[in-house]
């Protein structure tokens, strides 16, 4: 009996190491096809996590399905879609909750998601930042509204050096996977900017915190990898 019991213990130690191993390779495999796919490592000093929760892995593994998948990307860096000298924007944090996880194959470059919510953090210094390469100028960027900030600083004259003075709401906008500000008053400032988000995702509110700028996420029928349409 006491043998029995040993051999029992052993097998069950056995299992939860192996099962801990193989969500390891899970979540590196995950993790090298959301850098593949999206750039989310693009950065030198990005990182990059997925976890796979639930326990035990391995059958959630053999029967494809898992409970619950989560995406940390952090210093994710961005063009705007005019593509601009100096527009890079800083995002310093991606989360993405994928619930009701389906791979339709052991082979399948792809998941399916039932739905998703997430968030996206931009500091207002780097806000700040890439408002000031694009106009031209010095500014510091707070809040003033739900969806909106109070870019204040000098635009700088190109030619002469001379500073004007800018004190200005701008308007922080959302379409779909893209994010943008419009900023009266430095107009050259204003820009938008493409999010990789998996098909499905989209960016659905906008919201000044105390540090920064969260973007809300939220998605249906969610793909992670290849479209569900071409797969």
Do not use: C
Not at 190 to 198: C, K, N, Y
């Amino acid at each position: 009996m006491k043998v029995l019991t040993v051999t029992v213990v052993v097998l069950a130690v056995l299992f939860t190491v192996v099962d801990r191993v193989a969500v390891h390779y899970a979540d590196g495999e995950v993790a090298d096809l959301a850098a593949q796919k999206y750039g989310y490592d693009s950065a030198t000093d990005a990182n990059l996590d997925v976890s796979i929760t639930g326990f035990p892995f391995l059958t959630q593994a053999l029967g494809r399905d898992f409970d619950h998948v989560t995406l940390d990307a952090d210093h994710l860096l961005l063009n705007s879609e005019a593509n601009r000298t100096g527009d890079y924007l800083d995002l310093t944090g991606l989360h993405i909750d994928l619930y009701d996880v389906s791979v339709p194959s052991f082979t399948a470059r792809s998941a399916e998601a039932n739905r998703a919510s997430g968030r996206v953090t931009l500091p207002y210094a780097n806000l700040a930042a890439v408002l000031g390469r694009l106009a031209n100028g010095k500014f510091t960027v707070t809040p003033a509204g739900d969806d909106q900030v109070t870019v204040a600083g000098d635009l700088v004259d190109f030619e002469t050096g001379a500073r004007t003075p800018v004190r200005s709401t701008g308007r922080l906008q959302l379409a779909g996977d893209e994010f943008g500000i419009t900023v009266p008053g430095a107009r050259k400032a204003d820009a938008m900017w493409r999010v990789p988000l998996p098909e499905g995702v989209s960016m659905t509110a906008v919201h000044t915190r105390e540090t920064g700028v969260e973007v809300t996420l939220e998605g249906h029928l969610v793909t992670l990898g290849s479209s569900r349409f071409t797969r």
